[in-house]
């Protein structure tokens, strides 16, 4: 084994230099990976999640005791203390102590959400047949709440498993295969996406390939026979194959095959980056998988229910900040010439034009003065954007930083303009530079808030700006609204990207 990693270290360390020649693909037998530490994190973790979510469990169960009249049913202590072991049961059986659903995305929540109506409905059910006629503050009130107090600490929970991830602990070390241009994408995505837990140690890339991806990504490079071997090398958790290997069909089948066994995790990065949730489905044809894509949709029942909340949450909101609009308006009155706010022409859902409001936050014509600071541009597309802006004034730089100069286009969301959440609105200079790909974005909405607003706002490089927005047109829901609304209060605070 010591000769196999030697005579691999040397084809990684000459791969650095110049390409090795093409040879047929082997097959390998699976070779045994020693214990991982991510496999040792995760272990931890389940078991912290266990003994708290018990513990959840038991103080509910314990408030319901407390708080039940005298007349309760018989039964209700033991039901009351079911839910100590039944509960984690649930989570388990729902899927929600799976390491897959740790640290991103909205699964987790879903899960927890799952074992929430399926208790509810285990003790409507037996209440029922039983005729144990169970206190309505158990199933009404003490489910719910312990639903919510576990989706609490999960998200409590996540945020220090992604803090840890921001500082090189509890990741998943990948060995990244493929094409060089698709592989040096992914490994960009990867390592801009910290908070997800997937660490790159290696790739594997065609002969061809080897001598430009070395000079770029930073890690050991190997061919695509070399997987296996290179995985053992850097004690890899996972292989992550790019939609564009080499003969991508058969390769993948057969790495697929050299891995079991091997306890590495097989992940597939498809072409469709932008497309995700519930627009992707599995469907077998005739023995055949194939992978379903839905089309996406901009009307529907779903578009209406957001329209109307967003316009109820806008007038809640504004009647609920008036005080907040006085005392702004007064600074801002009292910073120069010019009026309280700044009107502009953005363009909305269907190129359709409309007049955004914003608290001024520059001097009075500061739009005229763009040409001549263009040269300090610090974005790099077809935005405008500088960190030290000579035109922005000193009450106008502290509400762009908690982006209270935004507040006013909840007027636009009350017209139907804007909504709530959705891509960033563009100047109309902006949408006549849109390619075909650009232009996607105003299938829907603009928003007040948004993926790139969570995601470091100016701070963005155009192209990822883009690439969020078009994430969002693809995959709009209710459920991404609420959880880019949660993260948008954590985004202001923080002021990151705001300029």
Not at 187 to 197: D, M, N, P, T, Y
Not at 363 to 392: E, I, W, Y
Not at 475 to 493: C, E, F, K, P, Y
């Amino acid at each position: 084994m010591l000769l196999e990693r030697a005579e691999l270290t040397g084809r990684i360390g000459r791969a650095r230099a110049v390409p090795t020649p093409r040879r047929p693909l082997e097959v390998v037998q699976p070779v045994a990976i020693a214990p991982r530490a991510a496999r040792q994190w995760v272990h931890r973790y389940q078991g912290l999640l266990l003994a708290t979510e018990v513990a959840i469990a038991g103080v509910v169960a314990a408030v319901v005791l407390g708080t039940a009249p005298a007349q309760a049913s018989a039964v209700l202590p033991g039901a009351a203390l079911s839910l100590v072991a039944g509960w984690p049961a649930l989570l388990a059986a729902c899927g929600a102590y799976d390491q897959r659903v740790f640290g991103s995305g909205s699964e987790e929540f879903r899960r927890v959400g799952r074992a929430g109506l399926l208790l509810l409905a285990v003790l409507g059910f037996v209440s029922y047949a039983a005729g144990l006629e169970l206190s309505r503050a158990l199933v009404v009130v003490a489910v719910p709440a312990l639903a919510a107090a576990t989706s609490v600490e999960r998200y409590v929970s996540r945020q220090f498993v992604q803090r840890q991830r921001q500082q090189g602990r509890c990741l998943k070390r990948v060995v990244v295969v493929g094409r060089g241009g698709a592989v040096l994408e992914l490994v960009e995505r990867l390592r801009r996406a910290r908070h997800a837990g997937l660490d790159v140690v290696a790739v594997c890339v065609t002969p061809d390939d080897q001598a430009r991806v070395a000079q770029t990504v930073g890690v050991p490079v190997a061919g695509l026979q070399d997987v296996l071997a290179t995985a053992a090398l850097t004690n890899a958790d996972a292989v992550a194959v790019t939609s564009a290997s080499e003969t991508a069909s058969t390769y993948l089948r057969s790495l697929s095959w050299q891995l079991e066994g091997t306890g590495l995790e097989l992940l597939v990065a498809p072409g469709l980056v932008e497309v995700a949730g519930p627009r992707l489905h599995i469907r077998p044809f005739d023995g055949l998988p194939l992978l379903s894509v839905e089309q996406p949709r901009f009307t529907g029942w779903k578009r209406v229910v957001k329209s109307g909340l967003d316009r109820s949450a806008a007038l809640v909101a504004l009647v609920l900040l008036l005080p907040v609009f006085a005392l702004i308006a007064l600074l801002v009155r009292r910073s120069g010439p010019g009026g309280v706010f700044y009107r502009q022409q953005r363009v909305g859902l269907g190129g359709v034009p409309f007049t955004m409001l914003k608290f001024r936050s520059m001097v009075s014509g500061a739009h005229q003065q763009v040409t001549g600071l263009s040269d300090g541009n610090d974005s790099d597309g077809l935005l405008f954007k500088m960190r030290a802006d000579p035109r922005v004034t000193p009450v106008g730089r502290w509400l762009r930083r908690l982006s209270l100069d935004e507040l006013p286009q909840l007027v636009n969301v009350l017209r139907g303009d804007m909504s709530l959440v959705g891509p960033r609105p563009p100047l109309p200079e902006e949408v006549a530079r849109y390619d075909s790909k650009v232009s996607r974005r105003l299938l829907v909405k603009p928003g007040l808030t948004g993926l790139w607003q969570i995601s470091g706002r100016s701070d963005l490089p155009w192209e990822e700006a883009v690439r969020l927005d078009l994430r969002y047109v693809e995959n709009w829901s209710l459920a991404m609204d609420l959880h880019i609304l949660w993260r948008t209060g954590r985004a202001v605070v923080s002021a990151s990207g705001a300029y």
